[in-house]
């Protein structure tokens, strides 16, 4: 299974269900379900005040759950990915492969 590197706080959003929509510049044709990668880039600091949060308190890079990926919207270069019934990793793994900015595959 394939898995989709996102910044934290961004991962927390997309498992607590408060994101469901991934922006991105490029389209994807994948649908079904895809790990989620907490990449080691924090995302924005206005992002993590937000949620009350820092960065350092969630985890990164590691696998922190998996989302389907629904749908695919948008034009040249502002897609909107649509993501839905996210679950959290019951356990967190490191991945074996390297990341890669967008999809990758960890095992």
Same mark, same amino acid.
């Given at each position: 299974m394939p898995a989709l590197s996102v910044r934290q706080p961004y991962c927390e959003q997309i498992l607590r269900g408060e994101k469901t929509v991934e922006y991105r510049s490029r389209p994807t044709k994948r649908r079904g379900r895809v790990y *989620?990668?907490?990449? *080691? @880039?924090? #995302?924005?600091?206005?992002? /993590?005040? /937000?949620? #009350? *949060?820092?960065?350092?308190? *969630?985890? +990164?890079?590691?696998?922190?759950? +998996?989302?389907?990926? +629904?749908?695919? @919207?948008?034009?040249?270069?502002d897609y909107e990915w649509h993501l839905a019934n996210p679950e959290r990793a019951k356990r967190l793994r490191k991945p074996k492969n390297q990341p890669m900015p967008s999809w990758f595959f960890p095992f």
């Open positions: *989620l990668y907490a990449s *080691l @880039t924090p #995302g924005p600091e206005e992002e /993590w005040d /937000w949620m #009350g *949060l820092a960065p350092g308190d *969630l985890p +990164t890079g590691v696998i922190v759950g +998996t989302v389907e990926v +629904t749908g695919c @919207t948008g034009e040249d270069g």
